[in-house]
């Protein structure tokens, strides 16, 4: 239930700012970089350029008017297919020789086109046709035929992606893009761009898929770093370096190319800009190799993040977090290669930025799961274990990244062995299920003794403990934690064994034996079966001074008490012979604890 859930949040999460397009600069940006990439060119589409060699060649902008007529004449004149020049003339020339120079061109050859420039209504109400304040035509006397506007449609961020194929005037008349115009100049009849009064647009009968505002998203040949079209200076025709015959056949393209001329574009491939006309030549280009893109619907693009989420959270669930990354990159450039299959066999853009948010996302969330899940099994194995060891000794074994292997290391430690005395006579009167009680209400005593003073509880021997201190962690006041856990244990045995005393008429206490001194700490035992302890002499002595213990008694060995004598009231026993030892044994009795 839960992963189901994860992936839901993911999926509605994702889908809803896809649908809003909440994250839309970041969208374009990442998308602009595989759907962008320069190409090869038509070699007929031809560049002429109002460029700073010009300005210096010629003079200051604005020229004298005739310059650009007579070129123009020039071009048509010795073969060019079409020319569009790419310079606004609203206005009248103060010398009207300049004017009638324009003029008689333009009578002359049918294939010459002015641009107009809509200036458009700042809020638009209608959603099938651009309003506009405005048209800025040419002041010639020309049929529409030759006119094309220049509007590039940018879009939130001032970037040029789509090309206006037309534009609405005087009802239903169009006055198309100058791209469209120059392009079925080139085209053959029955492929060349049309349009009907539904506002569709057709490569002959095919549609091309548009906008409601006629926008086609085309696609940029060349950028401003990396020029792809033959561009040439008006000055090197000027001055005959280069000649006019090179341009026949050929789509020529007249407009500023200078920064001084302010005629500049951002663009989707370069943070660079780019100038207007070369933007009008990348759309040419774009109309001429059918390269007009589209996005897909936005219902497609919920059902590509839908399954690429529930995929990738199914498989990144299954496996650990260094795989995951190996998945989440794979699943990365799977997709990349599948939106530049799907781009370029059918001119589809799908969504990219948000379905690799979804896939980031689903890795994010898995590798929180899986941490989230290890720390509660962690947890647990802790909680379980803790119940038979010392947190201490789990929390070495949990932080060790190694196998855990055989062997030890020596360190001074104290041990305390404890013992419950009568409880077998104890247990012959009473029933099995109550011994077990009362057993483990004893032993829950010791533990909780032993793990306030952060002491190790290494086994449970029958109805005695043994306890190490000063392992695996280290302590400087091990004996002390040692003697202050024997002696909370006694005070906490006689509140039970008055319990005991009113419930069965028998009476039980505790036997306590401790010893400070060298032993080896570590893992014993073999390679299927492990168990931390603590083994030497100092750990037998401990046992056997627990075994001479009367009831209520806490003995300490010499050792023990060289390192405590200051903090507790002791008093000195009668020296014993004990199993394993040649000579006698120096033994001291804890009675309480210094005030």
Same mark, same amino acid.
Request: aromatic share 12%.
């Given at each position: 239930m839960r992963k189901v859930i994860a992936m839901i949040a993911i999926f509605l999460f994702v889908s809803t700012i896809y649908y809003t397009n909440e994250f839309y600069i970041p969208s374009n940006a990442l998308t602009d970089r595989f759907v962008h990439e320069p190409r090869e060119t038509d070699p007929s589409i031809k560049i002429l350029a109002i460029d700073d060699e010009s300005l210096a060649e010629v003079g200051r902008w604005p020229w004298p008017r005739d310059i650009l007529a007579e070129v123009t004449d020039e071009l048509v004149n010795h073969g060019?297919?079409?020319?569009?020049?790419?310079?606004?003339?609203?206005?009248?020339?103060?010398?009207?020789?300049?004017?009638? #120079?324009?003029?008689?061109v333009l009578d002359q050859h049918d294939n010459v086109f002015l641009p107009v420039y809509f200036q458009f209504d700042p809020i638009q109400e209608s959603s099938d046709r651009l309003t506009y304040e405005r048209i800025n035509k040419p002041i010639y006397d020309v049929n529409m035929e030759r006119l094309g506007h220049i509007n590039a449609w940018d879009s939130i961020d001032r970037v040029v992606r789509e090309v206006l194929l037309g534009i609405h005037v005087n009802g239903d008349s169009i006055i198309p893009a100058m791209s469209v115009r120059l392009a079925n100049l080139h085209l053959e009849e029955s492929e060349q761009i049309n349009?009907?009064?539904?506002?569709?647009?057709?490569?002959?009968?095919?549609?091309?898929?548009?906008?409601?505002?006629?926008?086609?998203y085309f696609s940029y040949a060349s950028r401003p770093t990396l020029p792809t079209f033959?561009?040439?200076?008006?000055?090197?025709? *000027?001055?005959?370096?280069?000649?006019?015959?090179?341009?026949?056949?050929?789509?020529?393209? *007249?407009?500023?190319?200078?920064? @001084?001329?302010?005629?500049?574009?951002?663009?989707?491939?370069?943070?660079?800009?780019?100038? @207007?006309?070369?933007?009008?030549?990348?759309?040419?280009?774009?109309?001429?190799?059918?390269?007009?893109?589209?996005?897909?619907?936005?219902? *497609? @693009?919920?059902?590509?993040?839908?399954?690429?989420?529930?995929?990738?959270? %199914?498989?990144?669930? $299954? %496996?650990? #977090?260094?795989?995951?990354? *190996?998945?989440? %990159?794979?699943?990365?450039?799977?997709?990349?290669?599948?939106?530049?299959?799907?781009?370029?066999?059918?001119?589809?853009?799908?969504?990219?930025?948000?379905?690799?948010?979804?896939?980031?996302?689903?890795?994010?969330?898995?590798?929180?799961?899986?941490?989230?899940?290890? $720390?509660?099994?962690?947890? $647990?194995?802790?909680?379980?274990? @803790?119940?038979?060891?010392?947190?201490?000794?789990?929390?070495?074994?949990?932080a060790n990244q190694d196998e855990i292997k055989l062997g030890g290391e020596r360190k001074e430690v104290t041990l305390l062995f404890v013992d419950i005395r009568g409880f077998t006579t104890l247990s012959e009167n009473i029933e099995p299920e109550e011994v077990i009680e009362i057993l483990n209400e004893y032993l829950d005593l010791c533990t909780k003794a032993i793990f306030t003073y952060e002491g190790t509880l290494d086994k449970f021997i029958g109805d005695g403990v043994m306890a190490i201190y000063g392992a695996p962690v280290s302590q400087d006041d091990h004996a002390r934690r040692a003697v202050q856990s024997a002696l909370e244990m006694k005070k906490k045995?006689?509140?039970?064994?008055?319990?005991?005393?009113?419930?069965?008429g028998h009476n039980v206490q505790f036997g306590v034996g401790i010893n400070s001194g060298p032993a080896v700490i570590g893992n014993i035992g073999s390679k299927e079966r492990l168990e931390y302890t603590a083994i030497g002499d100092t750990v037998n002595l401990a046992a056997r001074l627990e075994s001479n213990a009367k009831p209520g008694q806490i003995l300490i060995s010499e050792d023990t008490y060289e390192l405590v004598k200051g903090d507790f009231q002791v008093e000195r026993l009668d020296a014993i012979r004990v199993k394993g030892k040649e000579k006698k044994v120096n033994l001291y009795e804890v009675k309480g604890e210094n005030e």
């Open positions: 060019a297919t079409g020319v569009f020049v790419d310079v606004l003339y609203t206005e009248h020339s103060e010398n009207p020789a300049e004017d009638e #120079a324009w003029q008689q349009w009907n009064a539904n506002n569709e647009w057709f490569y002959g009968d095919e549609l091309i898929k548009t906008t409601p505002y006629s926008e086609a033959d561009t040439y200076s008006v000055s090197q025709l *000027i001055n005959g370096e280069v000649d006019y015959r090179y341009f026949k056949d050929a789509l020529v393209l *007249i407009g500023p190319y200078s920064l @001084g001329l302010h005629d500049l574009v951002h663009v989707p491939n370069s943070r660079a800009e780019m100038f @207007g006309v070369e933007v009008h030549a990348n759309m040419l280009q774009s109309l001429l190799d059918r390269s007009i893109l589209q996005d897909v619907s936005k219902a *497609i @693009g919920i059902v590509i993040i839908l399954l690429v989420t529930v995929l990738a959270y %199914i498989m990144m669930d $299954r %496996i650990n #977090a260094k795989w995951a990354i *190996i998945t989440c %990159i794979g699943f990365i450039v799977s997709y990349l290669l599948l939106f530049n299959t799907v781009l370029k066999n059918f001119q589809l853009i799908l969504p990219l930025f948000y379905v690799l948010l979804a896939i980031v996302l689903v890795y994010v969330t898995s590798v929180v799961s899986h941490y989230l899940r290890e $720390r509660h099994e962690r947890n $647990r194995v802790t909680g379980i274990f @803790g119940r038979y060891v010392s947190k201490s000794v789990v929390t070495e074994i949990l045995a006689s509140e039970l064994a008055t319990k005991l005393e009113e419930r069965y």
